[in-house]
């Protein structure tokens, strides 16, 4: 069966959430904790938005925390699939907090999580392909390999001399 490939636009899951007591730590902040729960939740629904399946966590890459998201400001999630892969899809994520009585939005973090989709028997499944359009989705399509590369190595998967895309960065 051949998967219609699909655009990256097509993916978008924005989540927008509200920092609680419930939700930070003894210093007023958001905990990270929390903040990846959210993330996780955006980066599954965007992949299953993609491949019209059920999908799992199999990994996350750094997550930087640029900067805190205080006690009752907003927290705005954007997720849209980078690149698919056979059975894979690497998400890309950008968090923006906003404080709502101040009326302005900053950077939070970003990062780039990796889901599986699932078929009924719980074994992984194919996915369509992305069609990356905007000039950001071609760079962000373009570097997952290598992000998925290195991802391999660091867990064991590959050797770094099977690595095409990183050897090619360094020789």
Same mark, same amino acid.
């Given at each position: ?67 805190? /998201?205080?006690? $009752? ?5 954007? %997720?849209?699939?980078? =690149? *698919? ?67 391999? /190595?660091?867990? $064991? ?5 099977? %690595?095409?895309?990183? =050897? *090619?960065?360094?020789?």
């Amino acid at each position: 069966m051949t998967l219609t490939p699909k655009r990256a636009q097509d993916s978008v899951i924005q989540m927008t959430e509200l920092v609680l007591p419930n939700d930070t730590n003894t210093f007023g902040n958001l905990m990270g904790g929390r903040l990846m729960y959210w993330m996780d939740i955006a980066g599954a629904l965007a992949t299953m938005k993609h491949c019209s399946a059920p999908v799992v966590t199999a990994s996350v890459d750094n997550i930087s925390f640029e900067t805190p /998201i205080k006690l $009752g400001n907003v927290v705005h999630i954007e %997720a849209k699939v980078s =690149r *698919a892969f056979s059975t894979s899809m690497e998400v890309h994520l950008r968090v923006w907090g906003e404080d709502p009585v101040q009326q302005y939005r900053y950077k939070s973090n970003e990062a780039f999580m990796t889901f599986v989709a699932l078929d009924p028997n719980g074994k992984s499944r194919a996915v369509p392909q992305i069609i990356p359009d905007t000039e950001e989705e071609k760079q962000l399509y373009e570097g997952a390999m290598r992000r998925r590369q290195l991802r391999l /190595i660091l867990s $064991g998967k590959m050797k770094p001399q099977d %690595a095409e895309e990183l =050897r *090619a960065l360094f020789l």
